[in-house]
């Protein structure tokens, strides 16, 4: 079992930056690849991006492509998500989640075990 924390959320300007983090319980972290996904009030969660084991693959939801990225530092159990431009539509709750058999591709919610509590982005007009 493995448990996730996220943190860094907050409120912020359009036009500003946020740099999300989630932190793992356990050292099988390092084998999971790992995805970020948000809900806004009233809509479905939607996939953010996705990064492999390595950290070599990466995925990103057209959306944020550009604007977002995701790394991971396995040394240290900890995947980040690193929003710059925000805009007022990102404002939603992140979560971050793991996929134990997973390449780092996956944009299925569905695909990932194990999820965080969440983080609440709100991003000002």
């Known amino acids: 079992q493995v448990q996730l924390v996220e943190s860094g959320g907050g409120l912020v300007q359009a036009g500003g930056s946020l740099r999300l983090s989630c932190s793992a319980s356990?050292?099988?972290?390092?084998?999971?690849?790992m995805g970020w996904f948000r809900q806004a009030p009233g809509k479905e969660r939607e996939f953010v991006a996705a990064?492999?084991?390595?950290?070599?693959?990466?995925n990103y939801a057209h959306s944020v492509k550009g604007r977002f990225t995701i790394s991971r530092d396995n040394a240290k159990k900890s995947v980040y998500l690193q929003m710059n431009s925000l805009k007022p539509e990102d404002t939603a709750v992140y979560y971050c989640?793991?996929?134990?058999?997973?390449?780092?591709?996956?944009?299925?919610?569905?695909?990932?075990?194990?999820w965080g509590q969440g983080t609440q982005v709100t991003v000002s007009s």
């Open positions: 989640a793991g996929d134990p058999a997973g390449w780092g591709n996956s944009v299925s919610l569905y695909e990932y075990v194990y």
């Open positions: 356990a050292r099988t972290f390092i084998s999971y690849a």
């Open positions: 990064i492999g084991s390595s950290g070599r693959n990466t």
